[in-house]
C-alpha cells in the first residue's frame, strides 16, 4: 500500500503551546513536521526564525521538513541542518544558481527540496529534476497560511508525475497550502506523495483526529 506522507504545518499552531503541539503531531498519524520559514523579502510576511526551529526541534520526534520562502537561502541551510532538518526545500524562484543550491543541501546530509510558486511551469525542472529528491507545489501563493486551494494544482501534479515516472526517479511529490480531506484524495490520486495541511488541522476541533482522516482518505483503497 502507498503511504501518503502528511506534513502538518507548524505555522498555523499555537505559539505559546508549542511543546503541546509538537506532541500532539508526535503522538498522531503524522509524518513530519512541516516549518515555514519567511524573510519578508521573498514573501510580503515574516513568520519565525531559528529559536523558534530551536525550541520545536527539542520536542519533535518526526523528521523535521524546512521550506524556505527566503532570498539567499545559501546564507542559512547550514543553520538549518544543525538545527535538525532532514528535508531542506528552497524556492525555485529565488535561486538563479539553483543546482549549486541543491548540491550544497545535499553536501550536508539533507535531503534537497525545490518549491514551485503557482505560476511557474513545472517543465521549469526538466534538466535539474535528477538532482532533486522533493518537488513542493504550492497551491496557494507563499505567504500566509489559511487560504484558498488553486485548483490549477492537479494539472501541474499530473504533468511532473508523468516527468518524474518517464524519468524512472523516486521524487517525491509534495503539495502545500490549502489542503483538506475535500482535496487530497484528488491531489494522490493525479500524483503527491506528500501533502501539507496548516489551518485546516490545527483550527480543527481535534486535531489528531483530523490528521488520521487526512490518513485515512489518502490511503482508502490503495
Ligand atoms: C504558505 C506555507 C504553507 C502554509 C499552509 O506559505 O508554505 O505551508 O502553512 O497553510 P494552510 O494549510 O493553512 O494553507
Ligand atoms: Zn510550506
Redesign the pocket.
Known amino acids: 500500500m502507498k503511504n501518503t506522507i502528511i506534513a502538518p504545518?507548524v505555522?498555523a499552531a499555537d505559539f505559546a503551546n508549542l511543546q503541546r503541539d509538537s506532541e500532539m503531531l508526535n503522538n498522531s498519524a503524522a509524518d513530519w513536521f512541516?516549518?515555514?520559514i519567511m524573510d519578508g523579502v521573498f514573501v510580503p510576511n515574516i513568520s519565525f526564525g531559528m529559536p523558534v526551529l530551536q525550541a520545536i526541534q527539542h520536542h519533535a520526534t518526526k523528521p523535521l521538513d524546512v521550506?524556505l520562502?527566503i532570498v539567499q537561502p545559501e546564507r542559512y541551510v547550514e543553520t538549518f541542518r544543525k538545527l535538525g532538518a532532514e528535508i531542506i526545500?528552497i524556492h525555485y524562484e529565488a535561486c538563479p544558481h539553483l543546482h549549486r543550491n541543491l548540491q550544497q543541501i545535499k553536501d550536508l546530509g539533507c535531503k534537497a527540496g525545490v518549491?514551485l510558486n503557482p505560476h511557474t511551469p513545472v517543465n521549469v525542472l526538466e534538466d535539474i529534476l535528477h538532482d532533486i529528491d522533493l518537488v513542493?507545489i504550492?497551491s496557494v501563493n507563499?505567504g500566509f497560511g489559511g487560504q484558498k486551494f488553486i485548483e490549477h494544482t492537479y494539472e501541474k501534479v499530473r504533468k511532473l508525475r508523468k516527468m518524474i515516472d518517464e524519468r524512472g526517479l523516486n521524487t517525491i511529490i509534495e503539495i502545500?497550502?490549502g489542503v483538506t480531506t475535500a482535496n487530497a484524495r484528488g491531489l494522490v490520486d493525479a500524483g503527491a506523495d506528500a501533502l501539507?495541511a496548516?489551518s485546516f488541522v490545527f483550527n480543527s476541533e481535534n486535531p489528531t483526529q483530523t490528521i488520521q482522516d487526512l490518513k485515512n482518505i489518502c490511503e482508502a483503497g490503495l
Request: charged letters at 10%; zero cysteines.
Open positions: 504545518s505555522l512541516h516549518i515555514d521550506h520562502m526545500t518549491a513542493l504550492m507563499p502545500d497550502g501539507v496548516g
